[in-house]
């Protein structure tokens, strides 16, 4: 990445700024902007999240925010209520409140003297999900966004749920980080004295937010609140929209495409879980100057022809070697005019004793099919962020533990993009059951490389509202979505469809052991979104650039430990996940921070209720003799009718333990 030194504008960086809130409340900011802006006001940019400006995002706002600034905008960063330096508590994600104080932001920086008045506003995760969030409530001074790695439906497609299913690992992992980080204290060197009393409540009263996304099993009223799907049309400004396929938010890029009527334009790399000029697997491209051309577009009414190339442009992967580390992936960049595409066909492909068929067979035996818990340890992590073991293994094992469907190899290349889609006439032999589904492109050589998966819990095969119990060994018809994918399969290599009853570590496991029935016929098949040659330009990107990054010194080196073990001699499989970010001192504010996180998932075969999912995180922040740390323990069990959760909260100061605070409930299981 280069690093752009000269700028077209002089900056000026302010460290902290309280911006009020009309109940009282203070939110701070760290603003770039450019030194004569209070002469000649530009149009502002807002970046809005919970992940602490002085210290958890310094680094990475410091390659995005300066440069924004020297090319004539006002870069506003601000924590979120009760997050790094700014006052109150955060109690959920997205909250009603979150979202008030967001469009509060907008209007005090619209007001400001460096300010002409218009404004955009952009994240990576949360903030892409407040941004369209923001967005939809219509605030006045909002032109234009960019989302980055967020979805549009918070139930189908975030750290909790997946098709109905509870995400064993995310939820509860995730859940542990917010609670270590929410338990970071404010900066002494910001807030005086009064920084350990705010320490303290912050610690007392954020909510462990475990136990209430797993009290919110279907898709109600929580899930609706923020998912931007319940009415697209509340959004009028012009929306850029940014994800990788190795991240799991892609799925919502191209449902935005077709459901928004605002101006908008998509962009899907081949990237996990971070801003396109850095991101992993590579190629990485000039995000910042897409970013550029977009804000000068939107708010400087400047022609930068982006609104002229193709609504969506994206990187499709082309076959290749599976492995947990990718550090670059083979395709090509494409672009489409129109989404939905008129140059996409969906072609079924039906599933039958022995393989896939374009036509439908006269085969009518079922197949049955019982998964060992464990399957499916290879599919690499959710949430992936690009470090190495992220990525999912050569499939193999998994096949193998699966009920699987080939195609014969392909004679000509075959390009998929979009969501896959999977429709079966199935049956089980208990009330409670799911599904998971990997399509993968199996070589000549037999390496098998997941392309999409999917998870599907068949309760919901009604709704996702209102979930019901099946009637054991009765017909249903299920259908569902796998997640969207770019492929381009080569001759020779082959499609497979794996289906399986159980999905570890992702999925938590139905409660007894499920054996499946598929019945073959016209209403089971497998549905790929084909894509034809057609004459849209190839997209092309600038190198990419970054400002220059922050002062820092690496006091210690992060590494990461991903180990799947299978003991024979007690039938456990365990996954021990272990990530130590290092220890990092910024070295214009003196603070030094790290982060390590521990997950352990377990379980015992034939025992669908042994699982167990352990997640540890250290959080700790301080500077000179001012050293604080915060461990946190989470733990999530299951019997027939309850999920059971622990949290443990343990501040020190200066290694001496000052607080702890334990949680301890139960949930019912509500058709899962």
Known sequence: MKVIRDFPCCVEEIKHVWIPMTDGCRLSARIWRPKDSHQNPVPAILEYIPYRKNDGTALRDSLIHPYFAGHGYAAVRVDLRGSGDSEGILEGEYLQQELEDGIEVLEWISKQSWCDGNLGMMGKSWGGFNSLQVAALQPKPLKAIITVCSTDDRYSDDVHYMGG?????????????MLAWNARPPDPEIWGPKWREEWFKRMDHTPAYIETWLKHQNRDSFWKHGSICEDFSEIECAVFAVGGWADPYSNAIP????????PRKGLIGPW???YPMRALPGPQIGFLQECLRWWDYWLKEKDTGIMNEPMLRTWIHESGKPGGVQKERSGSWIGENDWPSNNMTSVHF???QNGMSAKAQSDTKKMIHHSPLDASAETGVWFPMGIDGDFPEDQRIADGQSLCFDMEPQTEPAE???????????????PLALVAARLCDVSPQGDSLLVSWGLFNLCHHRSHENPEPLIPNQKIQVEFPLRACAHRLLPGHRWRLSLSTSCFPHAWPSPKLVELQVHPGNNTFLTLPVREKNDSQTPRFEPAESSIPLDNKILSQGRRKRVVSRDAANGKTVLEDQNFSGRVLFQDSGLEMEDKASDRLEITKDHPLSMITECHRTASIGRGDWQTRIETKSRMTSD????????????YENDHVVFQKSWKTSVPRSFV
Not at 255 to 262: H, K, Q, T, V
Not at 417 to 429: C, F, W
């Open 165 to 177: 299913c509870v995400l064993a690992t995310d939820m509860l992992g995730w859940a542990s980080t």
């Open 255 to 262: 449902r935005m495409l077709e459901g928004l009527n605002c």
């Open 272 to 274: 996990a879980h971070e």
């Open 350 to 352: 039906f599933l039958y």
């Open 416 to 430: 998929i993009l979009g969501h896959p889609q999977l429709k079966l006439e199935i049956s089980v032999n208990q």
């Open 640 to 651: 027939e009718m309850n999920f059971y959760l622990e949290n443990h909260l343990e501040a």
